[in-house]
């Protein structure tokens, strides 16, 4: 290949200016090609990667579910109003007093 700085010959450079011309375009499409061959890939294991996570997450529900079972104050999510919405029960604390009648002194 001549050195096309010091060439004087039009058709020569012209015809150099054309090749590379086609070279770039040959390269602009493989970059793009290329970008998408990324994206794609990027996209899958991203993909991938949330199934994985939802897969674990799943499981660790059911462990947390096993471990902790219905009873657990999880249960309720450590809502303290949840408790306090319960009626008193029966027997506990204090309790009214029968009204005494006068005619029984």
Same mark, same amino acid.
Do not use: F
């Given at each position: 290949m001549s050195n096309?700085?010091?060439e004087m010959d039009i058709g020569r450079? *012209? &015809?150099a200016a054309l090749?590379?011309?086609q070279e770039s375009a040959r390269l602009c499409q493989r970059?793009? &090609?290329l970008a998408v061959e990324l994206g794609d890939a990027c996209s899958d294991e991203a993909q991938t990667l949330? *199934?994985?996570?939802a897969y674990l997450k799943k499981q660790l529900a059911s462990h947390d579910k096993a471990l902790f079972g219905d009873s657990s104050e999880r249960s309720t999510g450590g809502d303290p109003k949840a408790k &306090?919405?319960?009626e008193p029960?029966?027997?506990h604390g204090p309790r009214e007093q029968k009204a005494r009648s006068r005619s029984s002194r």
């Open positions: 096309l700085e010091t450079l *012209r &015809q090749l590379l011309e970059l793009e &090609q949330q *199934r994985e996570i &306090q919405s319960k029960q029966p027997g």
